[in-house]
């Protein structure tokens, strides 16, 4: 599903975020960015990432945007479990 030319390739390697909230796979939706989803697209998204990622695919990394600084130094305050969603013990 996420090799080239397969149906999601266009979300590998990126936050794509807004757009599962949105089922869109237009670019500009290919983002980490929520500002102006609506509840309903808010609450797609919890359940896509809940009933869908979480019960299919084990976490095995985060995005750059979350473990980096800006200026590309390790976040040293990052930690898994005070991510969305996470819940370490779900993990073993």
């Given at each position: ?38 509840a309903k697209e808010l609450e797609a998204l919890d359940e896509v990432f809940t ?42």
């Amino acid at each position: 599903f996420y090799g080239r030319g397969a149906p999601y390739n266009a979300l590998t390697g990126k936050d794509s975020t807004r757009g599962v909230a949105k089922m869109s796979l237009d670019p500009a939706d290919l983002t980490h960015d929520t500002t102006g989803l609506t509840a309903k697209e808010l609450e797609a998204l919890d359940e896509v990432f809940t009933k869908v990622y979480k019960a299919k695919y084990p976490i095995v990394g985060y995005t750059a945007r979350r473990i980096l600084n800006e200026d590309g130094s390790p976040n040293l305050d990052f930690k898994p479990e005070d991510q969305p969603h996470f819940d370490i013990k779900d993990e073993f």
